[in-house]
């Protein structure tokens, strides 16, 4: 039967493709791809004529069938998604399971991931971390989210947009205490740039300049120091005036 290739693409910087990927992507049968006009520039660039077929998580079961029944008829399916690594924050992770579930050979090629490229350069611990990914939007399951890993010492990798991003910051600081944090902007493109600072100072930055691009936020796992800022248990209890002892 035939072979389900992961196949990650570009952050930003387009001499990021690998050597393997492009080879991949020419030999495959078919490119199932998040958003086809997209990767259709990318094929452009790289001079591949496979052809394309659009593939979104949840939103079509059948066209899931379809690369199944092709995987099983052995044909070569390579995925992509518009950047970086496919099934991280972007669609893949149902194919790949029902691809487990039928026995279907599935290869993975490394290369660019947004959460990674920030951390290694970041200065943060690197030898524990966990991937959070896109917080949900609603502020009040966003805290929910985020008191999870409140007591987690690895450095934590996050994933925002721009506008929210001023917000997030300041939930984070709510949640987690003023720690250190790391803003990661427009990675491998003209104008990456890396911000350093406590949550608090970062949170202002983005108040007084909105930045503008794609960015990681990384903040440093619990290190014991953030209990002071935290509210500690015995705050707002038994101090109000009409308790009586
Ligand atoms: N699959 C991708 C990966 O492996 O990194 C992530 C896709 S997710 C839909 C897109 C998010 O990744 C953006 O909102 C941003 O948080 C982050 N991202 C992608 N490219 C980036 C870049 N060049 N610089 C900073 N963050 C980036």
Same mark, same amino acid.
């Given at each position: 039967s035939g072979i389900l290739y992961l196949v990650p693409t570009p952050i930003g910087n387009l001499e990021d493709m690998t050597y393997r990927a492009v080879k991949v992507l020419k030999e495959a049968d078919v490119i199932a791809a998040?958003?086809?006009?997209?990767?259709?520039?990318?094929?452009?660039?790289?001079?591949?004529?496979?052809?394309l077929v659009s593939y979104h998580e949840h939103s079509r079961q059948n066209r899931e069938d379809q690369l199944i029944?092709?995987?099983?008829?052995g044909e070569t399916v390579a995925l992509?998604?518009?950047?970086?690594?496919?099934?991280i924050s972007d669609p893949g992770q149902d194919l790949v399971k029902r691809c487990v579930e039928e026995k279907l050979k599935v290869v993975p090629l490394p290369g660019a991931n947004a959460a990674l490229t920030?951390?290694?350069?970041s200065g943060l611990p690197t030898d524990m971390f966990a991937?959070?990914?896109f917080l949900n939007r609603k502020k009040k399951i966003k805290h929910e989210q985020l008191e999870q890993w409140r007591s987690s010492r690895e450095t934590l990798l996050f994933y925002e947009s721009p506008h929210r991003v001023a917000?997030? +910051?300041?939930?984070?600081? !709510?949640? *987690?205490?003023?720690?250190?944090?790391?803003?990661c902007r427009e990675l491998t493109k003209k104008h990456e740039e890396f +911000?350093?600072?406590?949550? !608090?100072? *970062?949170?202002?930055h983005c108040e007084s300049?909105?930045?503008k691009g794609e960015m990681v936020i990384l903040v440093e796992g619990r290190t014991g120091e953030e209990s002071n800022e935290e509210e500690q248990w015995w705050e707002g209890l038994a101090t109000a005036d009409h308790v009586k002892v």
């Open positions: 998040e958003d086809t006009r997209n990767t259709m520039k990318l094929c452009h660039v790289f001079d591949i004529a496979t052809p029944e092709r995987l099983l008829n992509v998604s518009d950047a970086g690594m496919p099934a920030a951390l290694i350069a991937f959070v990914g917000a997030t +910051l300041g939930d984070m600081r !709510e949640v *987690l205490g003023n720690r250190n944090a790391v803003l +911000l350093r600072g406590t949550l !608090e100072e *970062l949170q202002k300049a909105p930045l």
